[in-house]
């Protein structure tokens, strides 16, 4: 049973910061690569931030220089640093995972994330 669970989410003040941590257990037999997303109400699900095996990182244009993507692969556990927040900041963040093999994509059940003053 694979699992993917989200947590650190919460409601801060803009300018404030958070980290979010996606914690992975269960079999998969290869990760290509694990990201973050967000859905805020009436928008689809964007990507945010994705790392592949290699290291290399991708960022949505809206939280480059904010936003830090980091991995470590011995806890199979994916991190979002969040900070100078905006009030668009807030949705529900996804933490999703790419495999190599069917089924070839796991999804946190999401963890809201609210920056209002």
């Known amino acids: 049973q694979v699992q993917v669970v989200e947590s650190g989410g919460g409601l801060v003040q803009p300018g404030g910061s958070l980290r979010l941590s996606c914690a992975v257990s269960?079999?998969?037999?290869?990760?290509?690569?694990m990201g973050w997303y967000r859905q805020a109400p009436g928008k689809a699900r964007d990507l945010v931030a994705r790392?592949?095996?290699?290291?290399?990182?991708i960022y949505a244009d809206s939280v480059k220089g904010r936003f830090t993507i980091s991995r470590d692969n011995a806890k199979n556990t994916v991190y979002l640093q969040m900070n100078s927040l905006k009030p668009e900041d807030t949705a529900v963040y996804y933490c999703?995972?790419?495999?190599?093999?069917?089924?070839?994509?796991?999804w946190g059940q999401g963890t809201q994330v609210t920056v209002s003053s």
């Open positions: 999703g995972v790419l495999a190599v093999v069917a089924p070839y994509d796991y």
């Open positions: 269960g079999r998969i037999s290869s990760i290509n690569a």
């Open positions: 790392i592949i095996s290699g290291g290399s990182t």
